[in-house]
């Protein structure tokens, strides 16, 4: 099974944690994780054209998951344990301490990513791992959409 998938056998402290899963647990963002496979899967569906794993401004060292770079979208897909979603977030049991700081440190990159992201122009469209990827695939198409007719607007009357 990939890890970030929210069934509580990805959650750290079930049992006692070896060196490898240590190193996973780590890895904050995955690749290619179920969620981010599935919503994929529903924006080729929509044909809309997209990029992954680029980063959004390459001097700044964050990757989007699937990326629009005309319209200026990236998406995040946050995994519920390593993002802390509100409906599915649960303590670890074991080394609690550790895991609360270090999930409110990637809680805290994530909002200043965002905000960097932001005041650049680019929109970022978080999808918790837990969304139907029909419903989060529709939002980011109605975003694309909207923000491509804008820019081929701002193009056809430069100001
Ligand atoms: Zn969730």
């Not at 970022?124 to 109605?142: D, L, N, T």
Request: proline content about 7%; aromatic content about 8%; glycine content about 6%.
């Amino acid at each position: 099974m990939k890890p970030n998938s929210y069934d509580k056998s990805d959650r750290p402290g079930a049992d006692s944690i070896d060196p490898k899963v240590s190193a996973r647990m780590t890895r904050i963002r995955g690749r290619d994780t179920r969620p981010e496979v599935a919503l994929r899967k529903e924006l080729r569906a929509l044909r809309l054209g997209y990029r992954l794993h680029k980063r959004p401004i390459p001097s700044y060292r964050r990757t989007g998951d699937v990326l629009f770079p005309g319209a200026k979208v990236v998406v995040m897909v946050d995994g519920c344990f390593w993002h802390r979603c509100p409906e599915h977030y649960r303590p670890a049991t074991q080394r609690a301490a550790f895991w609360d700081q270090k999930i409110n440190e990637n809680v805290e990159r994530d909002r200043q990513t965002d905000r960097f992201l932001s005041e650049r122009g680019w929109l970022v469209i978080r999808v918790w791992e837990h969304e139907v990827p029909s419903v989060a695939a529709q939002r980011i198409a109605e975003m694309v959409q909207m923000r491509r007719r804008r820019s081929r607007a701002s193009e056809g009357h430069p100001a």
